[in-house]
């Protein structure tokens, strides 16, 4: 990378308190339901906090959907590429969370799957040098599945302006001890820290009673961050209204602020603000 542009990226970092990449060993365990949530909680938790969320999931850009944003396009102005603003329901003020996704860009669904090495390197860098965020408290990353190139670049070139730390996203019956060594193990060859494990999927949570009942077993993410001495955040239950607030781009934690998944999303927030120091 030319000094030129690590001074861009760094110019670009500077102006962001807080950076968190989501990680998770496979697909499908709900790294971009985490991302998507943490934002949206932590941009409610406080009228003064500005969040955005970054999707370098470059072969399945999933949070514009989740978000509601799909249909919309991204300005350009003198600065660069503009994120998306996510208007939170009953707020006037509509610049606390914002989103920029590798989906924005891409003509079709199936672009970026033929992409090779070098191409995904460059539409990485472009995209964070050239996305213009403005003042963030936070910024989330979600990153694709696994420990792939994509990763090793995004590494690199957060690499000077220094990360917080990363979350791993894993499920109970996924819970694969190489799977997140692995996860582990990159992040302390890259300098990352670990910020904690979250157990999604844990359990059924009953729209009725919100009584959890743990259909196959539940734990396991507990005791592997026990096992590699890192933090345990929480466990998410399986709720068939964060499925289907995200499938229709509606925000789940003023939807359903009562139910068992926003109260532990919000403890799990409210661990990742201490450890990040954003109270
Ligand atoms: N706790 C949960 N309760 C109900 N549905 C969930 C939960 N977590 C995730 N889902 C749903 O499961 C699907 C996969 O989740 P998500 O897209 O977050 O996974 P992912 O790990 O980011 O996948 P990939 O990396 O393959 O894109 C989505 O439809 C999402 O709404
Ligand atoms: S958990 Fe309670 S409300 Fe929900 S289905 Fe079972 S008995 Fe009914």
Redesign the pocket.
């Given at each position: 990378m030319s000094d030129q542009v690590q001074s861009k990226l760094l110019k670009r970092m500077s102006t962001i308190k807080h950076k968190i990449l989501v990680l998770?060993g496979k697909?499908?365990?709900?790294?971009?339901?985490?991302s998507t949530q943490l934002a949206f909680s932590l941009a409610l938790s406080r009228k003064d906090i500005r969040v955005g969320i970054l999707d370098v999931?470059i072969c399945?850009p999933?949070i514009p959907k989740?978000l509601g944003i799909d249909k919309n396009e991204v300005f350009t102005c003198t600065e660069g590429w503009v994120p998306v603003k996510v208007k939170l329901s009953g707020d006037d003020d509509d610049n606390r969370l914002c989103c920029m996704s590798i989906g924005f860009l891409l003509q079709s669904e199936d672009d970026a799957v033929v992409w090779r090495g070098p191409k995904k390197h460059s539409m990485i860098q472009q995209f964070l040098e050239d996305t213009y965020w403005g003042d963030l408290d936070a910024l989330i990353i979600?990153t694709?599945?696994g420990t792939s190139d994509e990763h090793i670049t995004l590494a690199e070139i957060l690499k000077e302006s220094k990360p917080d730390g990363a979350i791993i996203?894993t499920t109970p019956q996924g819970v694969s001890l190489a799977d997140v060594r692995k996860e582990i193990n990159f992040c302390n060859k890259l300098g990352i820290p670990v910020l904690g494990v979250v157990e999604?999927?844990s359990g059924f949570a009953c729209p009725c009673c919100n009584e959890i009942t743990n259909i196959f077993s539940s734990g396991g993410g507990r005791k592997l961050a026990e096992q590699f001495n890192i933090d345990f955040l929480g466990q998410?239950?399986?709720?068939?209204q964060?499925?289907s607030c995200?499938?229709e781009g509606k925000n789940f934690l003023q939807s359903f602020p009562e139910s068992a998944?926003a109260k532990e999303l919000e403890n799990i927030t409210n661990k990742i603000k201490k450890r990040i120091t954003l109270l």
């Open positions: 998770s697909g499908g365990v709900g790294k971009s339901t985490v999931d399945g999933s989740m979600d694709p599945p996203v999604n999927m998410i239950p399986i709720d068939p964060l499925a995200e499938d998944s």
